[in-house]
Structures are given as C-alpha cells and as structure tokens.
C-alpha cells in the first residue's frame, strides 16, 4: 500500500484517505464518493464528499497537486466556467 498525499492505492482500487472536521472520523473514500470542481480560482477550485460517519456535507478547497491526485484517481471532475 502506498499513501502520498492523502491517497492510498490498495490493488486495483484507489481510495483517498480524508478526515471529516465534524466528526473527526478518518475515513476512506472511493473515488465515485468524491466530487472535484474546477473552478477559475482558487476559491472556486474545491472537492466535496459526504461523510460516512456523520452524514456531514463535507467541502474543501483543492490546490493543483489535489485536483491532480483526484483526476488521476479517476473523480468525476465538473469544470467551473467563470463566464455563465
Ligand atoms: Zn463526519
């Protein structure tokens, strides 16, 4: 098992590693659990998940090496278009 950045690859699947601020509760998230937004910035630039534990609507801002890790990992990514 390899773990670099909150992502952890067991086999074939790939799971990220993610702490609910919540809860508390370390959880593993397959990547069809995640959501990834590509927005223009920084702000708008986030991914999403809902915790197993709690049920908490959890959001949290992605830099590149993030979004990065997610995409390889295979999450739907949605693309924010600054001009709607
Ligand atoms: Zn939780």
Not at 15 to 23: G, I, K, N, T, V
Not at 60 to 65: Q, S, W, Y
């Amino acid at each position: 098992m390899t773990v670099m950045s909150g992502i952890a690859a067991r086999g074939e699947s790939v799971l990220f590693m993610a702490a609910c601020p919540d809860c508390r509760a370390r959880i593993e998230l397959a990547a069809g659990a995640l959501r990834l937004a590509i927005g223009g910035s920084r702000r708008t630039t986030f991914y999403s998940f809902t915790c197993p534990e709690c049920g908490a609507a959890v959001r949290k801002p992605a830099g590149e090496r993030i979004v990065e890790l997610l995409t390889g990992g295979g999450v739907r990514t949605l693309r924010l278009h600054s001009a709607l």
